[in-house]
């Protein structure tokens, strides 16, 4: 099946700094990813949409400027997170989808990336 | 965003039994859903889909049925295993390529 890597895997960070997280589709050309956060014991929540060569989506109450996406290519979506607070500490989850004919709703998820502001 | 969860709801099972995990969707308009079953500090993985024009789906040990009437989702897992132990989202796909995920179940399996 489709593999998606996300790199790091883990991040801890200072407060006030910046941390960038990627997320890659290892054999297949995603021109939509999505980016999801999701904290202890809960579920998963969409933050944004990413579309290659276009602005991202964001969903309502996602602060835009905080959370920069950025989807250069088929292949790759990064999220950075800006100003980072200890609030933000979460795991973030990408995805990606396989335009492919008979794959059109399947998304295919990375492994997370755990972020720990201090 | 839709169907949004606060706190995880928890299935205990012994194995060997049937376990079945329900999931109610907000949106009538939805078109597809999907279960995934996470593991602790791991993403998502896929376990068995459905598409609103179904009622039912079968998988390995698993089955899928739907509710459009009463928006409702359901898994069940014939003969569960220890390695079944994980939390287990529906997420539905609204037309506009968007997925959204429900409160999620937290499965554990005694042996």
């Known amino acids: 099946g489709a593999v998606v890597s996300q790199h790091p895997s883990w991040v801890i960070c200072k407060s006030g700094t910046s941390v960038k997280i990627e997320c890659r589709s290892l054999d297949f050309q995603a021109t939509t990813m999505f980016w999801y956060r999701q904290f202890p014991k809960q579920s998963l929540m969409l933050m944004a949409t990413?579309?290659?060569?276009?602005?991202?989506?964001?969903e309502q109450g996602v602060e835009k400027d905080k959370f920069l996406i950025n989807h250069a290519s088929l292949t790759l979506s990064t999220l950075t997170v800006t100003s980072a607070h200890p609030e933000d500490s979460s795991f973030y989850i990408c995805?990606?989808?396989?335009?492919?004919?008979?794959?059109?709703?399947?998304?295919?998820f990375g492994p997370g990336t755990r972020l720990t502001v201090t | 965003g839709e169907s949004v969860g606060l706190h995880l709801p928890t299935l205990s099972v012994q194995e060997g039994d049937n376990s079945i995990i329900n999931c109610a969707y907000s949106?009538?308009?939805?078109?597809?859903f999907i279960w995934y079953k996470q593991e602790s500090g791991k993403g998502p993985q896929f376990i068995i889909d459905i598409r609103s024009n179904m009622d039912k789906r079968q998988g390995q040990r698993v089955t899928v049925l739907l509710n459009k009437t009463v928006k409702h989702l359901s898994l069940q897992i014939a003969a569960t295993q220890p390695g079944d132990s994980a939390v287990y989202f529906c997420?539905?796909?609204?037309?506009?390529?968007?997925?959204?995920f429900g409160t999620g179940t937290s499965l554990t399996v005694i042996p």
């Open positions: 997420a539905e796909n609204i037309p506009g390529n968007q997925f959204y």
């Open positions: 990413s579309n290659e060569g276009s602005k991202a989506t964001y």
């Open positions: 949106n009538s308009a939805s078109d597809y």
């Open positions: 995805s990606a989808r396989d335009p492919g004919p008979r794959r059109a709703y399947e998304q295919y």
